[in-house]
């Protein structure tokens, strides 16, 4: 059989080990050697130029329920690839966590195996402390208490239920996605810290508010429509660009690409702020692209304030 494997950023050192599993069975083997940010980035058209019978993409949960547009018959296989963390840190941050009874946690896919241990910790861990643990499956996360970069539903809905969540995994970039104003705490088994970052996420959500005010004021905007099969969504985006000329944008120009080069973009030097129909978290790096950049969710706010600020725009 000849199957292209595809590995995230941080696990293609992996690659020539799993590779040789699959040719020890007699199998002709491929190595994606392209960016892969997430179970939405699979690659398909490399698997199709080699006329590939399988696509073995590790690291990451099938990207919700539906089957895989674009994928005709190429079997894709998902691979999760579990990493195990000392959990001593989460009975670390029971001092922090005592004062809150109910708790929502979530977690990436690499450490969801560990999930239930978790919840024991948080359960029993601090006898005179003890505290209702509940998880709930996000929208395009598959797997019960997982998040996403795109997706934090699975910590959302629990919000009104909890007094607190709890987001457990190495970095920044995954709670500060979650949307609720409840108490959040980020338990970092790399760096071996938990702490609040209600006070990061206000200041994230600050910076989205002048990027709406700042994108109000724009003549051209650019529409950034990604082919990546779990970001594919020319219809919403060629449904923004209607929207804009309506309510008076004098330019609106849908720009399509896979792998989205702020450097690139920059040298078009004609855009005063850009939507994102891609990837939502893009947003997040706006300062390498010096203009204002919006994703789809704050397209109704971006055209109600048009709308009311009318020929004062300018």
Same mark, same amino acid.
């Given at each position: 059989?000849?199957?292209?494997?595809?590995?995230?950023?941080?696990?293609?050192?992996?690659?020539?080990?799993?590779?040789?599993?699959?040719?020890?069975? %007699?199998?002709?083997?491929?190595?994606? /050697?392209? @960016?892969?940010?997430?179970?939405?980035?699979?690659?398909?058209?490399? /698997?199709?130029?080699?006329?590939?019978?399988?696509?073995?993409?590790?690291?990451?949960?099938?990207? %919700?329920?539906?089957?895989?547009?674009?994928?005709? &018959?190429?079997?894709?296989?998902?691979?999760?690839?579990?990493?195990?963390?000392?959990?001593?840190?989460?009975?670390?941050?029971?001092?922090?966590?005592?004062?809150?009874?109910?708790? /929502?946690?979530?977690?990436?896919?690499?450490? =969801?195996?560990?999930?239930?241990?978790?919840?024991?910790?948080? &359960?029993?861990?601090?006898?005179?402390?003890?505290?209702?643990?509940?998880?709930?499956? %996000?929208?395009?996360? =598959?797997?019960?208490?997982?998040?996403?970069?795109?997706?934090?539903?699975?910590?959302?809905?629990?919000?009104?239920?909890?007094?607190?969540?709890?987001?457990? %995994?190495? *970095?920044?970039?995954?709670?500060? *996605?979650?949307?609720?104003?409840?108490?959040?705490?980020? +338990?970092?088994?790399?760096?071996?810290? /938990?702490?609040?970052?209600?006070?990061?996420?206000?200041?994230?959500?600050?910076?989205?508010? *002048?990027?709406?005010?700042?994108?109000?004021?724009?003549? &051209?905007?650019? =529409?950034?429509?990604?082919?990546?099969?779990?970001?594919?969504?020319?219809?919403?985006?060629?449904?923004?660009?209607?929207?804009?000329?309506? +309510?008076? +944008?004098?330019?609106?120009?849908?720009?399509?690409?896979?792998?989205?080069?702020?450097?690139?973009?920059?040298?078009?030097?004609?855009?005063?702020?850009?939507?994102?129909?891609?990837?939502?978290?893009?947003?997040?790096?706006?300062?390498?692209?010096?203009? @204002? =950049?919006?994703?789809?969710?704050?397209?109704?706010?971006?055209?109600?304030?048009?709308?009311?600020? *009318?020929?004062? &725009?300018?």
């Amino acid at each position: 059989m000849r199957i292209l494997l595809q590995f995230p950023q941080g696990l293609k050192s992996k690659a020539l080990e799993e590779s040789a599993k699959f040719e020890k069975d %007699g199998h002709e083997i491929f190595l994606s /050697a392209s @960016p892969c940010w997430g179970a939405c980035d699979l690659a398909l058209d490399e /698997a199709k130029k080699l006329k590939a019978d399988k696509l073995v993409h590790y690291g990451h949960a099938q990207f %919700g329920e539906r089957k895989v547009k674009g994928a005709g &018959r190429l079997e894709i296989e998902y691979r999760l690839y579990p990493i195990t963390v000392d959990l001593a840190v989460m009975h670390n941050a029971l001092a922090q966590l005592a004062p809150y009874k109910r708790l /929502a946690l979530v977690t990436t896919v690499s450490h =969801i195996h560990q999930l239930d241990e978790m919840k024991k910790i948080l &359960r029993e861990g601090d006898k005179a402390h003890p505290h209702e643990v509940l998880t709930a499956k %996000g929208a395009m996360a =598959i797997l019960e208490g997982q998040v996403l970069g795109c997706d934090s539903s699975a910590a959302d809905k629990l919000a009104s239920k909890v007094d607190a969540i709890i987001y457990f %995994g190495g *970095g920044e970039f995954h709670p500060l *996605g979650i949307k609720s104003n409840k108490p959040i705490f980020a +338990v970092n088994p790399y760096a071996r810290s /938990a702490a609040q970052i209600n006070d990061l996420i206000e200041k994230k959500r600050k910076k989205e508010s *002048g990027m709406l005010i700042a994108a109000s004021q724009a003549k &051209r905007i650019g =529409i950034l429509a990604s082919t990546k099969p779990g970001q594919f969504n020319l219809r919403a985006a060629e449904n923004a660009k209607k929207k804009l000329l309506a +309510v008076g +944008v004098q330019q609106v120009s849908i720009l399509v690409g896979n792998e989205f080069d702020f450097d690139s973009i920059k040298d078009f030097n004609s855009f005063d702020a850009y939507i994102t129909a891609a990837c939502p978290r893009l947003i997040d790096d706006a300062e390498r692209l010096d203009k @204002p =950049i919006l994703n789809l969710a704050q397209l109704p706010k971006l055209l109600k304030l048009m709308q009311d600020l *009318g020929k004062n &725009r300018f």
